[in-house]
């Protein structure tokens, strides 16, 4: 089935230092690819998302290229804010309308 | 639109006790989910309901059941706690199953210590 593979955090960073969280996919076809973003307790929400290749999705300064060649979606995101600091993931579908969801990198972001 | 709720927040059983967590959405949609979130482990399915009436087996489903009430309701039932279940459980819903890779919408969680 589908899968992915994420950066292992967790990360820390200055504010306003870039940021990059790798995640390739290994997949049948070409499906949607999707980052969540999940807020301390609480629950996973859409971060951004690319449904087709060389598309690239964008959301609160965030911005993520579906690239085929080299089966990658990296989450990248110029100056980052203490408000950043969350837990990542790295998704796709699987079969039927199942996710399957990366391990997660957590950010932590220092004034 | 309160979107995914679940209830309780937080629970405390000791093993072998059971007890049911509650999902309810109000997005009109026909998917839902329950994942448990690991530590290291991301999130993994326990069960889904694609629609109304269907209710299928995820990544790891021993140890749970599950109750598509109707179209706004999901439970997970656990009959026998045990430590192994400790975790945090998010219900999720979605419009629909298919192989679009819709976008999913999660609840708050609840946070599960078995003793």
């Known amino acids: 089935g589908n899968s992915v593979t994420q950066m292992e955090g967790p990360v820390t960073l200055s504010e306003e230092a870039f940021l990059t969280i790798n995640c390739t996919y290994t997949?049948?076809?070409?499906?949607?690819l999707f980052w969540y973003v999940q807020y301390p307790g609480e629950g996973l929400q859409l971060l951004l998302k690319?449904?087709?290749?060389?598309d690239k999705g964008s959301n609160k300064g965030f911005e993520a290229t579906y690239r085929k060649e080299t089966t990658s979606f990296h989450l990248e995101k110029g100056s980052v804010q203490v408000s950043d600091s969350a837990v990542y993931f790295c998704a796709l579908p699987n079969t039927g309308n199942q996710f399957y969801f990366g391990t997660g990198t957590s950010l932590t972001v220092i004034p | 639109n309160a979107g995914v709720t679940q209830t309780p927040k937080f629970q405390v059983l000791k093993t072998g006790q059971s007890m049911t967590l509650q999902c309810a959405q109000d997005?009109?949609?026909?998917?839902m989910y329950w994942y448990r979130q690991d530590p290291g482990m991301g999130l993994r399915l326990i069960y889904y309901s694609a629609s109304e009436g269907t209710t299928d087996k995820g990544e790891v489903p021993n140890g749970y059941n599950v109750s598509r009430l109707n179209k706004r309701e999901f439970s997970l039932r656990l009959e026998s706690a045990a430590p192994s279940q400790t975790s945090v459980y998010f219900c999720?819903?979605?419009?629909?199953?298919?192989?679009?890779?819709?976008?999913?919408?999660f609840g708050p969680g609840t946070r599960l210590t078995v003793l």
């Open positions: 690319a449904t087709k290749a060389d």
């Open positions: 997005m009109n949609h026909n998917s």
């Open positions: 999720a819903s979605s419009p629909w199953a298919g192989t679009g890779g819709n976008e999913q919408f």
């Open positions: 997949a049948t076809g070409y499906p949607s």
